[in-house]
């Protein structure tokens, strides 16, 4: 279920706590302040994963300690069955990079740099080198530039 953590001689779970859609960040930001204003020990970190929503992922001593902070809060619908492994956690709250998921073909606005606001279309995509080769759209002639990933927004995927 947990594993045995450096924190103490306590196995870490990490307990997934359902909410309100919408209402995480506020659900994470109360059982902080629940559990400072009692001095609770044994909760070591809440994290609110990007990409799911309803739910919140505890890491804490024990379902105990969970339960004792999120009792009376409002928008907290019940706890989740079981508890997630550190890898499971790590996989959720991981950083993608923009140019992770482009694909060849979407069509993009490039958001900063000298063609700021102009539509295009991905030619090509290179991972490593995090750039991404564009058609501008926009343009009288077939025009194409290589830019940063971090200067694009996907607009249409294909």
Request: charged residues 30%; without cysteine.
């Amino acid at each position: 279920m947990g594993e045995e953590g450096d924190k103490g001689s306590w196995p870490i779970k990490y307990v997934v706590l359902r909410t309100t859609a919408g209402q995480e960040a506020n659900v994470a930001l109360m059982l902080e302040s629940i559990a400072k204003g009692m001095k609770v020990g044994g909760l070591y970190a809440i994290v609110v994963p990007p990409e799911i929503k309803g739910y919140i992922v505890i890491e804490a001593e024990g379902l105990h300690v969970v339960h004792r902070i999120a009792r009376d809060i409002k928008h907290v619908k019940g706890k989740a069955m079981g508890s997630l492994k550190r890898e499971e956690v790590e996989r959720l709250i991981k950083v993608k990079r923009p140019v992770e998921e482009v694909k060849p073909g979407d069509i993009v606005e490039i958001i900063s740099g000298p063609f700021k606001g102009l539509k295009a279309s991905v030619i090509s995509v290179d991972v490593q080198k995090n750039v991404v080769t564009l058609n501008i759209l926009e343009a009288s002639y077939k025009m194409e530039a290589t830019v940063p990933g971090d200067d694009i927004r996907v607009i249409k995927r294909k």
